[in-house]
């Protein structure tokens, strides 16, 4: 175009960052995931197909996405209740549960498993209450979701909260000046506002449990075609030196993890496009 | 086989012990079976229904028995359950032993290639032989591994009880078959969580 | 609908926001809460809408105590200083919001509200944007759909939060004419708050001039401006110029001011006057402000002219000597800041030490 002016920028150096950012996104993800690809060409098609398709590994999936999903929900729920609380009130010890929030990401899974698995055992603090009425937490698909929740806690909480941080009161006043009760005022001015947020701290929780191995597998009981995750299945397929197997399930969820994960952006970014300063 | 006795063993597609808990039960069945190999997958078959918990790893199923209660029985190596009653005291827990089991050997040996490259090949021997001389053996016996020196054993037989032992070669033809028949994808114990 | 406000106090922590203020606000006024940034005219407005709880005091609309009454049964419109559109919201939607949210019982029907909205629109003169959201509108816009959508609800009081405080000048002026006949053709009684005396004297029939969390003077602009009832009302209301006695020991306390429209600059000695010399002249548009500097004291002070008086007196340029005559001053008490008289003449020329604020 004959217009097409070059754009100056108060920070230079364009090139030189997206050179860094394309060498290291390649280092770090982009040829890993390709070598993942490249190990799981080297089996036929139909094996390929039989691998992923087994009844077993069907199984699997089934059972990691459902958990991971209602982990990632409740999280959503809970994590968003949470950022509200620290963010709109004061409170002795709030540094504290700020903190705490972050735990999470802290801990090596593993101890967050056997300490779940722990708490939640039949015979453990709080397993002990729900056997007495007749439900299993520990080794079973709800114990996984305990699990997930715990790993996925952190990302609701944390994208949330600067959102509500920046949330001007006035909003909430000026619904109020209008008539609105507080019930409205959540459904209609603040959830609205918050929702794009609430929706990334659920895809990064659900990507992330969809992932997660360390802490589920002391919870989960390994029960094949019942508490038996992806990431089980991996290792034990690499555990019989199955290389090419292990990395065709693998591909099937990163595939999947990836689509969820751009439908879930994509849908964000209509959301809040329309709205946003034009 | 009681349907109603829970056992707890790790999973054989992770867990190397737990492969030998397997074959261990895979030859008693046969022995008491005449070597019938389908009464032997239907003792196993039945044995794995009753697993609650299927664990990655042997101390994993360790700890699910002993800490969260979880289980009647725990099939475990015979050093770990001494352990375990150490551990817990004798009244916890009972050991039964089979009237045969599988001679589970931990495989030692030098890799001469990497110790070439480290150039460590003299201590390693000399680990190695270490490992085979009285005092090692006794080491051995004391943390409830069967000694193999006629001397230690001699000394130590009260500790462990009387059992007829079969080796993985004997039955299985060895490690190589035992892995493909019964622990590849689409082995004998997949059949057995086939829906 | 009138307002009375009685003995309302509100501190924020240690900070006492509103001290003691009373107020009579008749039915259909138009009044202005003046005064500078921390003086408690946007917290009087809080808590008259109730978006505040007041300390002690009581605040009734007619007859009807709203002292403890929620925001939602006080019935008031609000402004916001940033308007707070609600950005996920079309502008139709905004000032739709008041009305769907009602119960149902007293919820218009759909074909009421629409109706309802666009007439706002209408009055407000931007019924083609009904379809945008906040972030494609002017801040003028934007300020005109805030008011539509207060307007909505259909208040019984006004209240605007410094309601031009965020537009630019020309758009400023225009706003201020406009809500001004908005305000002559609804009769709501309505509140704003502002910091710009200027903005205040042109629209208000009240001014309430505030300052530390009290009110300093209530009265039309006229009154404010020319007869201010303490020091800090002259100052704040107006260019001003400020004198400090300190030749004379009896009179330390006092402090006199003088507007610079009030100072008659010549260039020949007549009657008494101060001799000065010009250090700066500002002209701007049709008035001229020119700063000098006393030969006594050596302090400057300003004084102001139109275009044509200016161009009457003659060339005048940096260094010129003037004679000035300070033709209206007022002496207030420095510790009261009470005022103590209007003098007619300035008699003043050897005993003041000036300043220029």
Known sequence: ?????????????????????????????????????????????????????????????????????????????????????????????????????????????????????????????????????????????LGIMIALTFIGLPFVVRSVQPVLQDLDQ????????????????????????????????????????????????????????????????????????????????????????????????????????????? | MKSDVSVITPNPKTSGGARWNYLAAWGYALEQNNGDEAKAKEFVTKLFKNVPVLDSGARGSTTTFVERGIGDVLIAWENEAFLALNELGKDEFEIVVPSISILAEPPVTVVDENAKKHETEEVAKAYLDYLYTDEGQEIAAKNYYRPRSEEAAKKYAKQFPEIRLFTIDEVFDGWKNAQKTHFDDGGVFDEIYKP | MGITIKDVSKAFGTFQAVKNVSLEIPTGDFVALLGPSGSGKTTLLRLIAGLEGLDSGGIYFDDIDNTYKSIKERNVGFVFQNYALFKHMTIFENIAFGLKVRPRKTRPSKNEITEKVNELLKLVQLDHLAKRYPSQLSGGQRQRIALARALAVEPEVLLLDEPFGALDAKVRQELRHWLREIHQKLNITTVFVTHDQEEALEMADTVVVMNFGEIEQIGSPEEVYQKPESAFVYSFLGRVNEFRD????????????????????????????????????????STVRIELRRYDTNDLFEAEMSIDQYQKMGQVKKGDILYAEFKNIVVFDKNSENKLNHSGKSGIRNSLKSKLI
């Open chain 1, 170 to 278: 006035q909003y909430e006043e000026a619904a109020a000046t209008l008539g609105a009760n507080p019930l409205q005022i959540f459904a209609k001015i603040i959830f609205p506002a918050i929702f794009p947020a609430t929706l990334t701290g659920f895809a990064l929780a659900f990507a992330r449990a969809l992932g997660e191995y360390g802490s589920v597998v002391f919870i989960s009981g390994n029960m094949p075609m019942k508490t038996e995750i992806v990431p089980l299945l991996i290792i034990t397929k690499l555990e019989q030196f199955n290389y090419a197997g292990a990395a065709a399930i693998a591909v099937v969820m990163l595939v999947f993890s990836f689509v969820l994960l751009f439908l879930i952006n994509f849908w964000q970014w209509k959301t809040t496009k329309k709205y946003q300063v034009s």
């Open chain 3, 246 to 285: 300190s030749e004379v020991a009896s009179e330390s306390d006092k402090i006199s001011y003088i507007r610079p429209h009030e100072i008659v600059l010549r260039k020949i000695l007549q009657g008494d006057s101060i001799v000065s010399e010009v250090s700066h002249i500002h002209v701007i548009g």
């Open chain 1, 1 to 141: 175009m004959a217009d097409k002016r070059k754009r100056h920028r108060v920070l230079p150096g364009f090139g030189l960052s997206m050179g860094y950012t394309l060498i290291y996104l390649s280092l770090i993800i982009l040829i890993p995931i390709a070598v993942l690809f490249l190990k799981a060409s080297t089996i036929s098609l139909a094996e390929f197909w039989d691998t992923v398709t087994e009844a077993r590994v069907v199984a699997s999936y089934k059972l990691t996405i459902y958990t991971s999903f209602i982990a990632a929900f409740v999280n959503a729920i809970f994590g968003t209740l949470i950022a509200w609380v620290l963010v709109r009130y004061d409170f002795y010890g709030k540094r504290i549960i700020d903190a705490l929030v972050d735990l999470p990401f802290a801990l090596p899974t593993a101890v967050a498993g056997i300490a779940l698995t722990t708490i939640y055992a039949p015979n453990g603090w709080i397993g002990q209450y729900f056997e007495s009425i007749g439900i299993k937490v520990a080794y079973t698909p």
